[in-house]
């Protein structure tokens, strides 16, 4: 019984997290109870201080209210990020579950020395925010700006170029101090992760697809926003493991939305795409091409990787995942022209 009660305060929190109108009918429908039995448990929830509620019944809307804020403004010269988590941090995830407190020790760590050894910046803002489902940590600099930083380190033509090679990992500016793996792993193990910088926003959540926002706005710097819910069963040691080589424990393989390489809405058709896509891979054994949003695919695109690339870098696994028919079609071509041209190769040699 008890389980079923905190089961319904849960649906209820999360119901309000995603829209916070017309609560009651909504957990009435997911929890198989009375619209009066639902009102009660939101107004148990009001009077526990967890929600936040206006207007009347019939139109009442609920919010998660924030339980604890706490936002701080550092000098970068001299910062250390262990201190920042100590003092700002850790006293509002210190009773969180275990794995979700390492998460948040990882995640904030790492993204705090981000802004102390790349951005440049005078100054660096952390904030910390929790509710009764979740907390959300930002990190925010008055520095050059991530994505301009590194379009100018790789010599890319393009800012939205330096979204993909993130998203790739182990890259850094800074290979001296850095592996260029903590917004990787950071961006899989929090369950929303977001970078705004000048006019660009880059987006990563788990199950939905990696996302390119322009906007008007001009953010200056970096802002780093991530969020992750107070229990959720996320390990930190198994987000390493899946992306590890299981003998070396080395960082080994990537994942590559090649949505990312959309850019206004063109598609992926020519050689000089695919080679900009397989920049870098050449630092993994594993590849895995995430096509979700991707419709169409070029015979010269697919032949480049699938082929070309392949043939000229065999001990690389490139693996295609979340193909519709018509992308399914060009790679398969591809890859047959590769084993064809390989078997012609042996008969020569033979």
Known sequence: MENDKNSLRLKALELIAADGHRVGTRLAQVGGVS???????LQALVRDGLLDAEGTTLARVYRLKTLTEVSRRYTREGLEEDVVWRELVKPVVADLPDNVSNIWHYASTEMINNAIDHSGAAHVQVEVRRNALYTDVLVADDGQGIFVKIQQALDLRDPRESILELAKGKLTTAPEQHTGEGIFFTSR?????EIESHHLRFRHAPKVEDAIVEQ???????????WLANQSPRVMRDIFTAYMDPEEFTFDKTVVPLRLAQYEGEKLVSRSQAKRVASRFERFNRVELDFAGVSELGQAF??????????????IRITPVNTEPAVDQMIRRAVAAGASAAQ???????
């Open 302 to 315: 697919a032949d480049e990787l699938f082929r070309v690339f392949a043939a000229a870098h065999p001990a």
């Open 216 to 226: 008007v706005q001009d953010t200056r710097g970096t802002r780093i926003h991530m």
């Open 35 to 41: 619209r009066q039995v639902a009102n009660g448990y």
């Open 189 to 193: 193990g929090v369950d929303f992760f």
């Open 344 to 350: 012609s190769g042996a008969g020569m040699n033979s």
